[in-house]
């Protein structure tokens, strides 16, 4: 015969929540998908591997972002859009400013941002630069190439008016600078090994950016 229930019994229901015993913070799943993406790329981190480094389950992330595709969306939003709103907003400050102000506000303001988010240069690397990085369209499709063209159209303006050499290319000065703080930032690493200084950081970047924009090669008198 069938087991009659007990009416009196309380039928446990389980309900959707966070997961018992685990208090990472959302802040923090964040800060440990954002390392991750830096150190592995984003198409080859799993949740599982976010989850170990943060020392919950994968319910825990789940419960947070439902799923990869809601933590990327997170993550891009919430941790890399304002640093890059940050640079952007620093670009067309920098635009106001006459001859090689502008570049040398660049870096200053560059070497700032890297110091503050050291995942900032591996991450550019591996997402914006690299052919299938996930950043890329994002970058190049929606937030750069109307500040991109302002930028060649102020630096061409400012070469016409005898304030900048002619002989640069406004469309890689730019680029240039990126190269002479965000490239040298994410080889930090290899070249404190190549040079066998464990020492060498983001102060010496700005030094010689700075140095090399105001007098180039050339000794000093």
């Known amino acids: 015969m069938p087991r009659k229930r007990n009416p009196d019994a309380t039928t446990a229901v389980r309900t ?3 997961p018992a015993g685990e208090a990472s913070s959302r802040e923090g799943l964040l800060d440990a998908a954002l390392a991750r993406y830096a ?3 984003i198409a080859a981190t799993s949740l599982r ?3 170990r480094d943060a020392g919950v389950t994968p319910a825990s992330l789940h419960y947070h972002f439902n799923d990869a595709a809601g933590l990327r969306e997170a993550v ?15 670009l067309v400050e920098g635009a106001a400013q006459s001859g090689s102000g502008l570049f040398n506000a660049f870096v200053e303001r560059m070497c700032a941002v890297v110091e503050r988010h050291e995942w900032l240069p591996p991450l550019w690397i591996r997402e914006v630069v690299t052919d299938g990085g996930a950043l890329r369209d994002w970058i190049v499709g929606q ?3 109307d500040l991109s063209r302002r930028l060649v159209a102020h630096i061409a303006a400012e070469q016409g008016a005898g304030r900048l050499n002619p002989g640069l290319d406004p469309r890689l000065l730019m680029v240039s600078l990126v190269g002479l703080t965000l490239f040298l930032a994410s080889g930090l690493p290899i070249w404190r090994q190549l040079l066998g200084d464990d020492a ?3 102060p010496d970047i700005r030094r010689h950016a ?5 007098s180039g090669l050339e000794p000093s008198p």
Do not use: K, M, S, T
């Not at 891009?76 to 620093?90: I, N």
């Not at 700075?210 to 105001?214: D, G, K, N, P, V």
């Open 16 to 18: 959707r929540g966070r």
């Open 39 to 41: 150190r592995q790329g």
């Open 49 to 51: 591997d976010i989850a």
């Open 76 to 90: 891009l939003a919430e941790r890399l859009l304002p640093v890059f709103r940050e640079v952007q907003g620093l």
């Open 143 to 145: 937030l750069a190439p």
């Open 200 to 202: 060498l950081g983001v």
């Open 210 to 214: 700075l140095a090399l924009l105001e």
